[in-house]
Nanobody, 119 residues
């Protein structure tokens, strides 16, 4: 499996960005997907996840109401729409894939895309 995250960039506070994660190598719809981020100098943290069929989504409290996770199984791609960005949203964003048969954790990770939010 290969995951390619892109769409990061530099925005001002209140701005928006949409990240994409292109999936290849196996059947996309067999994987739950998630977004994580690593702020500068901090541990990687969970941002959002979406089920295989997009029937279920879950968000970290810090992004709830501002970020929207989605996926297009026909395009093998997951998205993260980020609105009302804050400086604390800055970091490297990673996409991850969890195979349906996995009991916990994510099996594959992308290389990350940088998000910078200036005040």
């Amino acid at each position: 499996v290969q995951l390619q995250a892109c769409g990061g960039g530099s925005v001002q506070t209140g701005g928006c960005l949409t990240l994409s994660c292109a999936f290849s190598g196996r059947t996309f719809r067999s994987f739950n997907m998630g977004w994580f981020r690593q702020p500068p100098g901090k541990e990687r943290e969970f941002v959002a996840r979406i089920s295989r069929t997009a029937g279920s989504t879950y968000y970290a409290d810090s992004v709830k109401g501002r970020f929207t996770i989605s996926r297009d199984n026909a395009k093998n791609t997951m998205y993260l729409q980020m609105n009302s960005l804050k400086p604390e949203d800055a970091g490297v964003y990673y996409c991850a894939a969890q195979w349906i048969g996995s009991s916990e954790g994510y099996d594959y990770w992308g290389q990350g895309t940088q998000v910078t939010v200036s005040s």
